[in-house]
């Protein structure tokens, strides 16, 4: 009976109407009254624009509500009562489709099948129906809805859809079509027993985690899929939960799951208790996600909605997480605002706790972030999160400056305040001026787009590189004329002092390294001559050329290595701009020369367009292949040319390595003392009273950003997080910071095995090896774990061993390997895998020797049979034992050797 009004507007009541004439989807689905179940009145569920609403069975003239403004128990009610008759429907399949396993796959159905599975299946169509539809591509623009094309993606990913991976409309459809149920024989279970429980847990939406979606709905496609399973080959895989889940509240779940991924996909990425009860009577999944966050602005609200839509449709795992930012970052409203938005933006927990630990309140550091809406490209793009590893990396690069200083360390003023806090936000001067110029610029790069959100970051990051720069350029500059007052080579020089040995190099080698002049100052392109050349490099630009594996490559002849080092027109010094990866090129008998496969700078960066100009022109000028994998930006010959004629490039005469004028150990001799009285005479008292002023800052910055993570961590432990015990390597959160002290674990190190009540019978030791933090700050503890008990045989000790990475250990102790455990110094466990398998459970046993058992001490005693308060005392006895035993004369034996006399 059609309703008295539709609460559809007129263009979405004839999409309707024409889904249902075309009658390839369930558009309404009846629950019929069942008293067995509770179940009075009936219920009609009707399919709308990512919708679905209820209306009354009795009373067709009431106007209808959506599912979450109707009552939840009657609504659960007629879920049950629905849960049951499809598996009423479900007893007799497997009758019902005997007769057609022998039959032609594409022929129709029997019309009683298709009823039947029509009945079954069809909350399961309408649910995808909901879910297909398209909404406008702009704000007030005309929805597509259901129209176009079948495969057309979409609209929301449904809990069992595959994430990631885009579900076309046409899939959706015909669901009750048995041709699309209809696969080839897999095994030796019957197929009508297989498809019947493939449609059951289907309609039951039990299939949640498995890819066995039904064939397609276009025919050439499903042919194809009948064929390559029947082939066996890889591809379109049937894979059916082997039973059924009769489980109604379990069901029940499910749809409510789905009702609410059709509402508001983000709900997915909350546990489903919370998310179910914040649906109950909203009007949109707007409001539900406000009821989920409470506290939260609706601007961060909404943005992390938004990002947890696209996180779902992209493939991300958002389940259970996305509260997270807000309930860990405490009652501070506008904390929690900034890290929901920060999470909108990619930013993790983890990462909110480090910048914050780093330099202050993510509100203050970077402004507006609290206010930030749905859309904002400062969230979509990114850059927030890009932002905060930037602070984290500007911190790591400061709190890393004492490190290594054989020369005074420069005036840190421009970084840190006399407090030792990072000029950034409300410490830098000049923010509001630096967001209006990047505002102004739409051209600015992704990066300095990003350097800009954080008032001064630019400035601060600009400030470090500088210091760092001239402390490289100071460090090169003496070495360098120590090695020229020495007479040697600074390659020799460097292999000395390491113990590597140089590269070998051909002439063909030299032959690539040029002298350019140009505009912005001199390029020296030199390859490197040494794998502490290497490790300078990405020492200084930050990334793995140093540790990579790149100095066995050009030991190999695999790789060349060149180094793009820039000196200004006002600098004395070189120092790294660009690192280039040579690899052979192969073409006929042999190497016919080199090709460019990576060029990177300052933290893997690409070159710039000048910067790839000119290696271009040098790559011409060598005789250097260009790939498309180089990195390079690919510039038209007319664009080549006119950055080159902007540029100006030189070419300079090649400086030649000097003779060498002296023995290696006397010049090496020579050139440690030399550079050791060159750094001396830099230690002046002015310098020397800078260096600790510098000293000062960064202590003081270092020690505020270790307490910060030690107590905020505390507090999350006082609320719930009872894993965070112990102590933590903040270095794993902020490199830096290193080990926090966390609350003392409350469970104790030893406790007794017992057996069925009749006492212990042995010692279990448990203890915690370290913490990690995942991103969103949940907490991994590993542990391991040692029991000690009596084995079979009279005397015996039997170890047990549980460790990290599924280590696993379960032997017998013999005499002689405790004896080597409790010697001063232990004896060395046998070579080869079984010492590698015993090692962490010896070292264990060995850290608990000396604990005192206490009330354990009766436990332990079960295991060993001997009395003391420590492990050490107790197995001492044992072996003491164990000893007089092996050499107590055996009587019986005695008399049997004795001669028989006469």
């Not at 929301?156 to 899939?171: M, S």
Request: include cysteine; hydrophobic fraction near 45%; charged fraction near 20%.
């Amino acid at each position: 009976m059609p309703r008295s009004h539709s609460p559809f507007p007129p263009h979405i009541q004839l999409q309707v109407q024409q889904q249902a004439a075309l009658g390839r989807s369930t558009v309404q689905v009846d629950l019929f009254p069942d008293p067995a179940h509770g179940f009075a009145g009936g219920l009609r569920l009707h399919a709308g624009p990512r919708s679905v609403l209820i209306g009354s069975l009795q009373a067709p003239q009431e106007p209808l509500r959506p599912w979450q403004q109707w009552d939840a128990g009657h609504l659960d009610a007629g879920l049950r009562a629905l849960h049951a008759q499809i598996l009423e429907e479900a007893l007799d399949l497997p009758a019902l489709l005997a007769p057609l396993e022998a039959a032609d796959p594409e022929a129709p159905a029997p019309r009683t099948v298709q009823r039947r599975l029509q009945r079954m299946l069809g909350l399961r169509s309408l649910l995808e129906l909901v879910a297909c539809w398209q909404d406008a591509p702009v704000p007030g623009g005309e929805a597509p809805g259901w129209r176009g094309r079948p495969n057309r993606p979409t609209g929301v990913l449904l809990p069992w859809h595959t994430e990631g991976q885009a579900v076309r409309a046409g899939n959706a459809w015909h669901l009750h079509d048995l041709r699309r149920w209809h696969w080839p024989r897999v095994g030796g279970e019957r197929w009508a027993m297989i498809t019947a429980r493939h449609l059951t847990v289907t309609a039951l939406l039990q299939d949640r985690g498995y890819p066995a979606a039904p064939l397609a709905h276009d025919l050439q496609e499903r042919l194809k899929q009948r064929a390559d399973l029947a082939s066996g080959r890889r591809g379109h895989q049937q894979s059916v939960p082997s039973t059924v889940d009769r489980g109604a509240d379990a069901f029940v779940q499910r749809v409510r799951v789905a009702l609410g991924a059709v509402l508001e996909p983000a709900l997915l990425a909350f546990p489903p208790e919370e998310s179910r009860a914040a649906a109950l009577g909203v009007r949109s999944g707007q409001e539900a996600m406000l009821r989920l966050l409470p506290g939260v602005a609706p601007g961060p609200v909404a943005a992390l909605t938004a990002s947890l839509r696209e996180e779902w449709r992209e493939g991300g795992h958002i389940r259970g997480e996305a509260s997270r930012p807000a309930q860990l970052a405490g009652h501070i409203r506008i904390r929690r605002d900034a890290w929901t938005a920060a999470r909108a933006g990619a930013a993790q927990p983890a990462l909110c706790l480090a910048a914050e630990a780093a330099a202050g309140p993510l509100h203050t550091l970077v402004p507006g972030l609290a206010q930030l809406g749905a859309g904002d490209i400062r969230l979509t793009d990114g850059l927030v999160a890009l932002a905060l590893n930037e602070v984290c990396d500007l911190f790591s690069g400061v709190a890393a400056l004492p490190a290594g200083q054989d020369l005074p360390m420069a005036d840190v003023s421009g970084l840190l305040t006399g407090r030792g806090q990072l000029r950034l936000g409300p410490q830098a001067a000049g923010a509001a001026a630096e967001l209006d110029r990047v505002d102004e610029d739409p051209e600015v790069g992704r990066s300095a787009a990003a350097l800009a959100l954080v008032p001064g970051l630019s400035t601060a990051v600009r400030v470090l590189q500088e210091l760092i720069e001239t402390r490289e350029g100071h460090q090169a500059h003496l070495k360098a004329q120590a090695c020229q007052a020495a007479g040697i080579q600074e390659a020799d020089f460097d292999g000395a002092l390491s113990g590597e040995e140089a590269f070998v190099l051909t002439p063909e080698d030299h032959a690539l390294e040029r002298v350019l002049s140009w505009s912005g100052g001199v390029w020296f392109l030199q390859v490197a001559r040494h794998p502490q050349d290497l490790v300078t490099d990405g020492r200084r630009l930050v990334h793995c050329v140093g540790w990579g594996g790149y100095a066995h490559a050009v030991q190999a002849g695999h790789a060349r290595i060149v180094r793009v080092l820039a000196r200004g027109a006002e600098e004395d010094a070189a120092v790294p701009v660009l690192t280039l990866e040579l690899q052979p090129l192969y073409g006929g008998p042999g190497r016919q020369g080199w090709q460019l496969v990576q060029a990177k700078g300052l933290k893997n960066r690409r070159p710039s367009l000048d910067e790839a100009a000119l290696l271009i022109l040098w790559a011409q000028e060598v005789g250097v292949k260009l790939t498309a994998s180089g990195d390079l930006n690919a510039l038209s010959p007319p664009a080549l040319q006119a950055s080159l004629t902007r540029l100006a490039p030189c070419w300079l005469p090649a400086v030649s390595p000097a003779p060498l004028l002296a023995p290696l150990a006397e010049g090496v001799r020579q050139a440690t003392a030399h550079l050791a009285a060159s750094r001396a005479a830099w230690w002046t008292p002015a310098a020397t009273r800078q260096h600790r002023e510098s000293l000062r800052r960064v202590a003081l910055l270092v020690d505020r950003a270790h307490h910060h993570i030690q107590a905020e961590l505390t507090r999350l432990h006082d609320e719930g997080e009872t894993r965070l015990v112990g102590h933590y390597d903040a270095g794993d959160l902020l490199t830096g910071t290193g080990l926090v002290e966390l609350p003392a674990d409350p469970r104790p190190l030893f406790e007794a095995l017992e057996a069925g009540g009749g006492g212990p019978v042995g010692l279990r030791a448990q203890r915690q090896l370290g913490l990690f933090l995942q991103r969103s700050l949940e907490v991994e503890a590993h542990q391991e774990s040692l029991e000690l008990r009596r084995g079979q045989r009279p005397g015996e000790l039997r170890l047990t061993f549980e460790g990290r990475w599924r280590a696993s250990l379960n032997i017998s102790l013999d005499p002689a390997t405790t004896a080597g455990l409790l010697a001063p110094v232990p004896a060395l466990l046998p070579p080869g895998r079984g010492g590698r398998r015993r090692e962490p459970a010896f070292a264990l046993l060995r850290a608990l020797l000396d604990e005192p058992l206490g009330e354990c001490g009766r436990a332990a005693t079960a295991a060993t049979g001997q009395a003391g308060g420590t492990l050490r005392l107790q197995l001492q006895a044992w072996l003491s034992v164990w000893s007089r035993r092996q050499k107590k004369p055996n009587r019986t034996h005695a008399r049997e050797a004795r001669p028989v006399r006469a």
